[in-house]
């Protein structure tokens, strides 16, 4: 006797999506339906012509939209959008034939990745996150834009002879803006100059040396440049101030706890962690782990791989001001004694150079920052925690656990 089964295929049940390829001044849209045919249009950038797209989508009773930006041309449409579709922000690497590509084929197969669920969305935050991101990279603009004025400063310096600028640390330092000041209002007395440096720049180069480096031929033109180049900075200067005022304020309103655990950080003060929270975000319910927030920032070693050789560890090109600000509290932790990461970066230091020891440290740092706030705990809880799963009664010096007289790493 034989049984005979019958093999019952169930096919997934299409949406009715859209797929949109947005540029300057145009929007190229394609709606795709359950059994594929396709309605196409062009759209202009301008705000009726937004509310126009989103009432043909409402008409076509769309429920998902993907799609492709180039540069930030995405966001106005994003902001129309967003409260009657769901949304997408996606890289579907799209590879045309030579010859054959257009935007309206862009567009479907956007729409068309989309159906059949290929494709990830991007990492777009809430509408706060996106307000304290603009503060917080207005503030990295600005903050270039105030170092190539100090470099201007100290170009005219030169220019004029004064060589002040080898004997300090920081070009915008209090004894080189009062110099800069002074020269800007016609003062060219060596001694008067002298007594506006600091002592300790003094005592270590001398008196004479000093002197001879503020001795120079300052010209009216000179003058002038200095007088234009002080205003350029004080600008940048204040609106700097502002960006971080704003920013800590829109922190302060609506993730003051967060703000208050990162903190707790060894290496992050309250403007880094505002930085950090504006890059991230607060939820950590975005990322499924550390590894895959690490990955999104840019701080993992790429998989470049072929024939069983590696070829390549460089690290991912991520978020770069997450990035940056990051490695400069990871430096901050490294240099801050009694603490895991000063020790870790000291254990690499012996066998890497100092900028991967830094790199790893940053990492580390990402991971600690994931793990605070996805489980909203502060960074001695969190340490308190491994405490307990991995040993009882050891004693924590620095994040280095000790053992029957053993030092053994803390995994964090």
């Given amino acids: 006797m034989f049984t005979t089964f019958m093999v019952i295929k169930t096919r997934k049940k299409m949406d009715r999506v859209c797929g949109l390829d947005v540029h300057k001044d145009s929007i190229f849209m394609c709606i795709l339906t359950e059994s594929a045919e396709r309605t196409e249009e062009v759209f202009g950038t301008s705000t009726p012509e937004l509310d126009r797209l989103r009432d043909v989508l409402v008409e076509h009773g769309v429920g998902k939209v993907a799609m492709e930006s180039t540069s930030i041309y995405w966001l106005p449409v994003w902001r129309v959008l967003i409260a009657d579709f769901e949304l997408k922000l996606v890289n579907p690497s799209i590879r045309q034939l030579p010859g054959r590509k257009s935007d309206v084929k862009d567009a479907h197969w956007i729409a068309v990745v989309l159906q059949k669920e290929l494709i990830r969305d991007s990492f777009v935050p809430g509408p706060v996150i996106q307000q304290m991101r603009q503060y917080n990279r207005r503030r990295f603009a600005l903050t270039r834009n105030l170092q190539r004025a100090e470099q201007a400063l100290d170009m005219v310096l030169q220019r004029s002879n004064i060589r002040l600028s080898n004997y300090v640390s920081d070009i915008g330092g209090k004894s080189m803006k009062k110099v800069l000041n002074a020269l800007s209002q016609g003062e060219t007395d060596t001694d008067i100059l002298v007594a506006l440096v600091h002592r300790r720049i003094i005592n270590k180069h001398g008196k004479d040396t000093i002197r001879a480096s503020l001795t120079g031929i300052v010209s009216c033109a000179d003058r002038d440049m200095l007088c234009m180049c002080l205003e350029e900075a004080v600008l940048y200067e204040g609106q700097i101030k502002i960006c971080e005022e704003k920013l800590l304020q829109l922190c302060m309103q609506y993730y003051e706890r967060e703000l208050e655990l990162l903190q707790s950080v060894p290496g992050i003060k309250q403007l880094s962690a505002a930085c950090i929270i504006a890059e991230t975000g607060a ?91 996805a489980s909203k705990q502060g960074w001695h809880m969190q340490l308190s925690r491994l405490k307990n799963e991995c040993f009882q009664g050891p004693y924590i010096y620095g994040g280095i656990q000790k053992h029957s007289g053993k030092k053994l790493r803390l995994s964090f």
């Avoid at 782990?289 to 470049?304: F, H, I, K, T």
């Avoid at 932790?333 to 020790?343: E, I, K, W």
């Fill in 283 to 373: 939820d950590m319910s975005y990322f499924q782990n550390a590894a895959s927030l690490v990955g999104w920032a840019g701080l993992r070693p790429r998989n470049d791989e072929s024939a069983g050789k590696i070829k390549g560890r460089k690290t991912l090109h991520g978020n770069k001001y997450l990035r940056i600000m990051l490695i400069q509290c990871a430096w901050g932790a490294s240099r801050t004694r009694s603490s895991a990461f000063f020790l870790r970066y000291n254990n690499l230091k012996k066998r890497k150079n100092h900028n991967k020891a830094l790199m790893a440290n940053a990492r580390k740092l990402l991971v600690v920052i994931w793990n605070i706030l």
